[in-house]
């Protein structure tokens, strides 16, 4: 079946440090991959999201890249700050759009 | 564009009783889901809607849960009767009309945190 499994949290760093959040995914077909976040108090929001091999998803100077090769869709940011602190959520859409998998979600903190 | 609205944002009720939520989609979209979130763990389907039809309920435990979108808008979902392990937060979801394709993207609501003593 499929299933997204990301690294365990908490993820502390300091300001301007460089952030990976591990993510892989086992899945049949070709799903479409997603980061999201979610800042205390809110919702999720989407944070950036590819649909193909190779595609590179981009957004408030986050990027992961999907890899097929290594069932991956990896996290990351050049330099963080005391707001990006909040919990981000790999998720999967399955190859026929119905159903949306998560992760367990990584708690970010960013101290000043 | 507003985005999807829940109601109410908290609710506290003890074990037993019965308490419902509701949401109301992005303008527009057609499909709406319920997901359910455990304290520390990822968002989990409970049931996604074409329109107004069920479409999926595969995971809705179906003895307590029951949910209804009438028009094809709005949606409601109720708990009857409550237990301790239903605390968790209930997140609506939606997304363009779905076009069986694995590109649709769902977007959240706030979610509304049931707490059951």
């Known amino acids: 079946g499929n299933s997204v499994t990301q690294m365990e949290g908490p993820v502390t760093l300091s300001e301007e440090a460089f952030l990976t959040i591990n993510c892989t995914y086992t899945a049949t077909g070709y799903p479409s991959l997603f980061w999201y976040v979610q800042y205390p108090g809110e919702g999720l929001q989407l944070l950036l999201k590819?649909?193909?091999?190779?595609d590179k998803g981009s957004n408030k100077g986050f990027e992961a890249t999907y890899r097929k090769e290594t069932t991956s869709f990896h996290l990351e940011k050049g330099s963080v700050q005391v707001s990006d602190s909040a919990v981000y959520f790999c998720?999967?859409?399955?190859?026929?759009?119905?159903?949306?998998?998560f992760g367990k979600g990584t708690t970010l903190s960013v101290s000043s | 564009e507003a985005g999807v609205v829940q109601s109410p944002r908290y609710k506290i009720i003890e074990k037993k009783q019965p308490v419902a939520f509701w949401c109301n989609p992005i303008s527009g979209h057609n499909t709406l889901y319920w997901y359910r979130q455990n304290l520390g763990q990822g968002p989990e389907l409970l049931i996604r809607?074409?329109?107004?039809?069920?479409?999926?309920d595969s995971q809705l435990p179906k003895d307590r849960f029951s949910a209804e979108r009438l028009k094809g808008v709005d949606s409601t979902l109720k708990i009857q009767p409550a237990e301790l392990g239903d605390s968790a937060v209930y997140l609506c979801a939606s997304s363009p009309r779905y076009s069986g394709s694995s590109t649709d993207t769902q977007y959240f609501g706030p979610g509304t945190r049931l707490t059951v003593l």
């Open positions: 590819a649909t193909k091999a190779d």
């Open positions: 809607y074409e329109n107004e039809e069920a479409v999926d």
């Open positions: 998720a999967l859409l399955n190859q026929a759009g119905t159903a949306l998998i």
